[in-house]
């Protein structure tokens, strides 16, 4: 469930397949980022790891660790 609930809540905040939504709280992450990096967003970055995720959802071996943290939490948490 978190695996498909990630994405969307990325989505929702303006990070999507198309790009950063104009007006969206991912813009003004970007901005406040690009600002911060004297114009650009660094690689790496949280805005930049979001908006791959918004625009092409988790790689594989993202969802492999992902699952395995969350069972692990879960796990712990039960």
């Known amino acids: 469930v ?10 929702a905040l303006g990070f999507t397949g198309a790009g950063i939504a104009a007006g969206s709280v991912a813009a003004k992450m970007m901005s406040a980022a690009a600002i911060a990096n004297g114009g650009g967003v660094a690689a790496g970055s949280t805005v930049a790891v979001l908006q791959s995720v918004g625009a092409a959802g988790f790689s594989l071996g993202a969802k492999i660790g992902l699952t395995s943290v969350l069972g692990s939490a879960g796990a712990g948490i039960g």
């Open 2 to 11: 978190a695996l498909v609930g990630i994405p969307v809540c990325i989505g």
